[in-house]
């Protein structure tokens, strides 16, 4: 069930539950959680965070190529031919290695899931304490904040400004207002605000393990190297039954006709080769391949402390050409200290008491709890009327209880508007002084209006407010932070740094990090239309006082214009641009929610792992792309061999043990190296296409060249024997030929790999006990030439293919460049 598509209805009938009545202000007793936990009326639920053991069984070995390879492998050992029933044993062996790689990747990811699982605030015995979310149980106090995911179904029971973001469960974009009586859904995520509420429903009961578990287990990120290999897989898989029974019918024809054949026993021949030309049709190493290069690619990142949430997310990394980054915690260590307070003319007496007060607020967020230690509280106060901070409107109101007025607390812009930044004020001039150098700036306000109700109900500042003391906050850049940049820069993707904070302050740290910026775009002049937007984001690469939605905003618009996105942050502002996003980054230091809807978290939060990330996933593709070239070539010639000899009547010039020989060394052994080499290629799409260019002109002059050699031999009078020994040494010879163009430019271990699959080519062919079983015999002198004459000409339509080849690709992709600029133009 969909669960963008559920009735709101519905979800009352997820959330509703009889509930007991538990004082929010203390919450359960200590003897009543222990009554519920012996009860199993816990949130004890894991979905799986990677794939399920049961979804990598059923993904590499019940499929139905699987299946047709082993039914023509019992049929083989029945007919007392297990000598050509080794092609069952590797594809056994395929899918061992398949569920074994995955098997390690997926315990990898499981245990750092389990590592990164974020705490749940509840009020049990009057105290706040975080337990983790599987201990929550029904009738449990939730003490809600911003940036907090909530783990159970749960309704309000107070309120003060929250405000929670329901899209990944109802598909709803706007965050909702959440007062008391409504509902609170497990999975989703508070934008703003806080409040309370109680546990109605848990575990596997809950709304989002009920009716959204997509939402937090493995899924299968849109990818077009997967879509193009099951395209190609669809394929063959029509084409296989029709081609079957047409070289069947061939060679039973070349037995001396189905009467002849079946009274004279030489059917089993005849069924001998065509499962020769049916097995060799099939590219079962391909989809082999592409499951190991996921799951090494993940397993390799999680060794470097990265949860790849999704393992086909790797893919997606290699299309990424554009890069957002949140400023703090990204670009800086995300650790913010109090730098200084600039009191402007006069303020009042009382400035330094309200700064306390947010200091030591409940829901004070990372820089209002710097405040804590320089302005100590010297005299308890509670606020009479409190506007939560947003990080939409970037500000916080509050009237306390024995201070006169109001205090407003936030970004200077986003309280006074252009005022701000009018340098022939005091005001304005001191904000754009202390920003130039980096610093991080805020303003206290105060207003002799005190807040009123509809004030708080429609999140109003009071009138009258005034500047009073600007403050600076400072953020220590990354060490690595320059040099990560500088990468991305010479790899050919675009970085956009976008940033709640002055525009700039976040072009003074773009330019301590490296890059070539003036000011920063201030984000309250961007336009709304998309188009309009997406030409600013061509020509400015810093922006400031960006709020969430326009975060989300900046990433469609760059979506909109051919890029593929990458954004990384780490605070519940961030939540909704990194969901968006091709492919979401976050830092493990980040809220639970930002981090529940990233594919990728960066445990120990080093922004110097973004390059391995973006090299991983360019290594995966590019080298998929190289290795489905030598099986798609393979399915090519195999398909044109059975066709062609299927259509002339002439007998299959190949064993099935013999066709192995081919397989291993020149394709599926080789294959499993190259799928994992080093690789910077960027991703081009078309992934299939230039594949393809390749594959299915060499896959016909290979079918073309042993057609004409096996009428050739047939002519010269070479025996059966020789000529299946020939056709063998000039696939397996052509075999290293593509495998050698196919690896270019050759490095020393590319050598080393292809000189190991001839070495044991040679031995194969040389030793008697090897040729005895492969029935590999001496082809004979006249033979000897004719294969040779072949495979000089076999070898020489290859290498012209490749010309054109690299001619063809190299205008694709430059076509392909010239069109993503056009689009970014338009």
Known sequence: MDAASISPANVDDAVSAPRIDVDPATGLRAADVAERVAAGKTNDYTADASRSVGNIIRANVFTLFNGIVFACFFVLLVLGRWQDAIFGLAAFANSIIGCWQEFRAKAALDRLALLNTSPTRVRRDGADVEVPPSDVVVDDILVLRAGDQVPADARIVDSRALQIDESMLTGESDAVDKKPDDDALSGSIVVAGEGDAQVTRIGADSYANRFAGEAKRFSLVSSELRTSINRVLKWVGWGIGPIGLLVLNAQMMVAGGWETAVSSGTWVQAVVNTIASLTAMIPLGLVLMTSIAFAVGAAKLAAKQVLVNELPAVEGLARVDVICLDKTGTLTMGEIAFDDAHPLDAPPTAWEESLAWYGAAPDANATARCLA?????????TAARYIPFSSRRKWSAVSLDGLPGTWVLGAPEMVFGDAAT??????????????????????????????????????????????????????????????????????????????????????????????????????????????????????????????????????????????????????VNDALAIKTADIGIAMNSGSAATKAVARLVLLDGKFSHLPDVVAEGRQVIANIERVSMLFLTKTAYATGLAVLFGLLVMEFPFLPRQLSITDGLTIGIPAFFLALMPNTQRYVPGFLRRSLSFAIPSGIIIAIALTLY???????????????????IILAIVGIWVLTVLSRPVTRLKVLVIGAMFAALVVIFTVPLAGEFFQLVDPGRD????????????????????????????????QAGTDAAAGRRA
């Open 373 to 381: 230690e320089p302005y100590p509280v010297q005299t308890a106060r």
């Open 710 to 728: 096996t009428r050739a031999a047939m002519a010269l009078g070479v025996d059966e024997a020789e000529l299946r020994t020939g056709a063998t």
């Open 422 to 571: 009018d340098a022939g004020t005091a005001f304005g001039s001191t904000v754009t002084e202390l920003a130039g150098t980096g610093r991080r700036t805020l303003v206290l306000a105060h207003s002799d209006e005190e807040l009123t109700d509809a004030d708080v109900e429609e999140e109003r500042l009071p009138a009258g407010a005034a500047p009073a003391v600007v403050l600076t906050f400072r953020e220590q850049v990354r060490p690595d932070a320059a040099q990560t940049l500088a990468y991305f820069a010479q790899q050919g993707v675009g970085v956009r740094i976008i940033s709640g904070d002055n525009p700039r302050t976040v072009a003074a740290i773009a330019r301590e990090v490296g890059l070539d910026v003036d000011e920063g775009f201030d984000a309250r002049r961007l336009p709304e239309d998309e188009a309009e937007l997406g030409g600013v984001l061509e020509e400015h690469q810093v922006f400031g006082r960006v709020t969430p939605e326009q975060k989300k905003g900046m990433v469609t618009a760059l979506q909109a214009r051919g890029h593929t996105v990458a954004m990384t942050g780490d605070g």
């Open 783 to 814: 033979a000897a030439w004719l294969l040779t004459g072949v495979v000089i000409m076999t070898i020489g339509g290859i290498e012209v293919v490749r010309f054109f080849h690299r001619r063809f690709v190299a205008k694709s992709l430059a």
